[in-house]
Nanobody, 124 residues
Framework: QDRLVESGGGLVQPGGSLRLSCAAS????????MGWFRRAPGKASELVAA????????YYTDSVKRRFTIARDNDLNTLYLEMKDLKPEDTALYSC?????????????????WGQGTQVTVTS
């Protein structure tokens, strides 16, 4: 059974940084693309970043480009999201999700398995 467990969220001031981690188990992590989604109160889930199974390509939504970096360690079965210069509008529940193949998709329905999420709150 696929299992995804996020960690690393917290309360941070604007301009601060956080590193989210997602520990994966129950499947061959190195064969699947992965994504990070976020859901802010009252808003729909948004794909923030995605990465191919071998990390040779990645995607970022416009609002996080040059601030967020997605990475993975296939030996440790772990996905990361490095977040810098955080803004109040980045406040959300961040969840990692497993893709359906080696290449990532931008369609949310292409990520059938999600973790419970870790809360990121950016406030002064």
């Amino acid at each position: 059974q696929d299992r995804l467990v996020e960690s690393g969220g917290g309360l941070v001031q604007p301009g601060g940084s956080l590193r989210l981690s997602c520990a994966a188990s129950g499947f061959n992590f190195d064969l699947y693309s992965m994504g990070w989604f976020r859901r802010a109160p009252g808003k729909a889930s948004e794909l923030v970043a995605a990465i191919t199974s071998n990390a040779d390509n990645s995607y970022y939504t416009d609002s996080v480009k040059r601030r967020f970096t997605i990475a993975r360690d296939n030996d440790l079965n772990t996905l990361y999201l490095e977040m810098k210069d955080l803004k109040p509008e980045d406040t959300a529940l961040y969840s990692c999700a497993k893709g359906q193949g080696t290449l990532f998709s931008l369609a949310p329905h292409s990520y059938p398995d999600w973790g419970q999420g870790t809360q990121v709150t950016v406030t002064s």
